[in-house]
Nanobody, 116 residues
């Protein structure tokens, strides 16, 4: 059973940066694509960025040019570097497979708060 454990969230001023990490259990990490997702209070969870097994990346328009997703297969870890943060980026951030393969893999997420 794959488990995702997100970390790295916190409180940052607008314009600041954070780096999120997602540690994944399992021995087949390298064959999957992964994504970062976020959910703000009162809103639906949305996809933010994805990285394929071949390290091809894509981003939601709202974060393009500011966020960078990467992966380290040796560490079973996916990262999200977030720069030039805006108040509207505040949310709980989750990692999961991308594309999603089920609802049972959501972790606890990590909270990102951006002060204006």
């Amino acid at each position: 059973q794959v488990q995702f454990v997100e970390s790295g969230g916190g409180l940052v001023q607008a314009g600041g940066s954070l780096r999120l990490s997602c540690a994944a259990s399992g021995s087949t990490f390298s064959i999957y694509g992964f994504g970062w997702y976020r959910q703000a209070p009162g809103k639906q969870r949305e996809w933010v960025a994805g990285i394929s097994s071949g390290a091809r990346t894509n981003y939601a328009d709202s974060v393009k040019g500011r966020f960078t997703i990467s992966r380290d297969n040796a560490k079973n870890t996916v990262y999200l570097q977030m720069n030039s943060l805006k108040p509207e980026d505040a949310a709980k951030y989750y990692c999961n497979f991308s594309p999603l393969i089920g609802d049972e893999y959501w972790g606890q997420g990590t909270q990102v708060t951006v002060s204006s």
